[in-house]
């Protein structure tokens, strides 16, 4: 029972608290009404229970009972107006952040809950993309991307390069500290997702040294720079390769192909399919003279088609690794090449579309506001995903909601009226 209480709402929104409050505050503390801590907590809080108006429901509560559930279950003990908090995360480092996510995905490996997202060789699938989370033609800040338009108009956005630890057979992923696609001073070039991708692979190193790790991307990573980069860092990668992206290496292939150094494998399945895989190992990845050698499958689903009289092609990709492809494990690789749109599907399609509303704006700053909050949602977002895999409470509640988003609508309907001593306690009544 040990790991599981460690892994308890409480629990981590208790290690949270304790991470807030060692967060720097250059503030005059004579002056300061509320502490760096309530505030970043607040924000938590606001993104935890998916509203925006948490602030003023908790306030209220605490002025009719001297209690109210940011202080019973987050630990806030003086609550700011939500302009007073949006100026003070506003000055908050976004690296302060990390060590939260860092907590959290170590206290998943302790519990050994972490273990079920391995790979065949022990290895953990991080699939990486990019997202946008805001988008304006008025608001701006000086980490804002731009982009010009014909009629004159500047549209203004936020970027990010978000991972995630995926794997083929759970629903849940479990995201990791996103980079911030953003200009800085002193630069003529606007930031890009390749840049990000070089340092998101540079501080996940840094923050899991011994983490054996697989790198999942699109046909944007399957570039040299990216995977020297992979290489550099002691990964293993598994990245998309479009054919129009990568003319010379599939010419090459197609000549090994009329040699006979193709390797197939097809199955057929139960609705008359037949999935061909298709394979070879050590290919120059372009024309350059320093080409690397890289390994490469594709996969393809026939399906009959009554019209033709035959079976047609109804999906067709391909992937390059360092991994050596085999009859054996071909299959597996596949499943962890097509693993890759969970992060659309199960990261940002839950954080846009599921309540958590990433892309509102809840307050652009000058600084760092919006990346914060953003990153206040993902944590929030991790909390959950952890209860999801850990915690039986919370996953009987879910089931008897019918859904996260009905869930969440009760809880925050409980805690504008009832006040809760313990997360526990809340999902119990």
């Not at 001297?66 to 939500?82: D, M, Q, W």
């Not at 890009?192 to 011994?210: M, Q, T, V, W, Y």
């Not at 067709?316 to 749109?341: H, I, M, P, Q």
Request: net charge neutral; with cysteine.
């Amino acid at each position: 029972m040990g790991f599981l209480k460690h892994l308890s709402m409480q629990s981590l929104t208790h290690g949270l608290s304790h991470r807030f409050r060692a967060i720097p505050d250059a503030r005059l503390q004579g002056k300061v009404q509320h502490s760096m801590h309530d505030s970043v907590m607040s924000g938590f809080g606001m993104m935890y229970v998916q509203d925006p108006s948490l602030l003023q429901f908790q306030e209220r509560q605490k002025e009719e009972s001297g209690r109210c559930n940011l202080e019973t279950l987050f630990g806030v003990t003086s609550i700011a107006k939500e302009t007073q908090m949006r100026t003070i995360l506003d000055e908050v480092d976004r690296e302060q952040f990390r060590p939260a996510f860092k907590d959290f995905t170590r206290r998943l490996q302790r519990g050994k809950h972490l273990e079920q997202f391995q790979l065949w060789d022990a290895s953990y699938l991080i699939a990486v993309d990019g997202s946008e989370y805001f988008s304006s033609n008025k608001l701006s800040c000086s980490a804002c991307l731009e982009k010009k338009h014909k009629d004159g108009e500047t549209t203004y956005s936020h970027q990010i390069l978000q991972g995630a630890i995926v794997h083929p057979n759970l629903r849940q992923v479990i995201p990791l500290m996103p980079e911030e696609i953003r200009n800085t001073d002193g630069t003529d070039k606007q930031d890009c997702e390749i840049n990000a991708g070089k340092r998101f692979i540079s501080h996940l190193r840094c923050d899991h040294p011994f983490m054996k790790i697989t790198i999942g991307g699109d046909g944007l990573n399957s570039k040299q720079p990216f995977i020297e980069e992979i290489r550099e860092k002691e990964m293993n990668f598994i990245l998309v390769a479009k054919p129009d992206d990568h003319t010379i290496m599939m010419e090459w292939i197609g000549e090994q192909k009329q040699l006979g150094e193709v390797k197939t494998k097809k199955v057929d399945d139960t609705l008359g399919r037949t999935h061909v895989y298709s394979f070879i190992n050590q290919v120059p990845l372009n024309g350059r003279g320093d080409s690397i050698f890289v390994n490469f499958f594709s996969y393809q689903i026939l399906t009959p088609d009554e019209k033709i009289g035959e079976k047609k092609v109804t999906f067709k990709y391909s992937w390059v690794t360092d991994f050596e492809v085999t009859s054996k494990n071909v299959e597996e690789l596949v499943r962890a090449g097509r693993c890759r749109w969970k992060i659309e599907n199960e990261c940002f399609n839950t954080l846009k579309n599921q309540g958590y509303k990433i892309e509102h704006n809840y307050g652009h700053g000058s600084k760092n506001l919006s990346f914060n909050f953003l990153l206040l949602t993902l944590l929030a977002f991790f909390c959950h995903q952890i209860a999801e895999l850990t915690d039986g409470l919370y996953k009987e509640c879910r089931k008897k909601m019918g859904s996260k988003a009905n869930l969440w609508s009760n809880v925050r309907a409980f805690v504008s009226i009832i006040i809760f001593e313990t997360w526990e306690q809340l999902f119990k009544f």
